[in-house]
């Protein structure tokens, strides 16, 4: 079974202002991002190791703290970034298209508005709400 996981909101427990501070300043992102807990475990791998699928809403401007992000939780995996900035519309797009690209079949997003309109994008995959 392919299960995919947003980052913000799912895996990371991302501060609500998390993106006006974004559109602000660049440095408070660092900081911010880095002191993310975890909010959810992905499931692990059967030999232990926690390799997982994150389809994110963020830029691939924010690749370097999302990977550091990563590593410093101890999680593994393949990141897709938004290649067209932020926007809840390219967001939506986006994970979309990775979604049905990579024959994701279980999805985890928080946000209520895009899981709808994901799984009405994405019929094949099951949208779970956390």
Known sequence: MKVAYDLDGVIAKTPVRFYNLLKRCRPIL?????????????????DGRQFVTIITGRSIKDKRITEMWLKLHGIIGDVYYN????????????????????????????????????????????????
């Not at 660092?30 to 059967?46: A, E, G």
């Not at 049905?100 to 099951?126: H, M, S, T, W």
């Open 83 to 130: 290649p067209d900035g932020y926007s809840k519309e390219s967001a939506i797009e986006h994970k979309a298209r990775m979604i049905n690209e990579l024959g994701i079949e279980i999805y985890y997003e928080d946000e209520r508005d895009v899981a709808k309109e994901l799984q009405r994008r994405c019929p094949k995959c099951e949208i779970k709400i956390v």
């Open 30 to 46: 660092y900081v911010c991002s880095l002191l993310c807990p975890v909010k959810m475990r992905p499931l692990k791998n059967p």
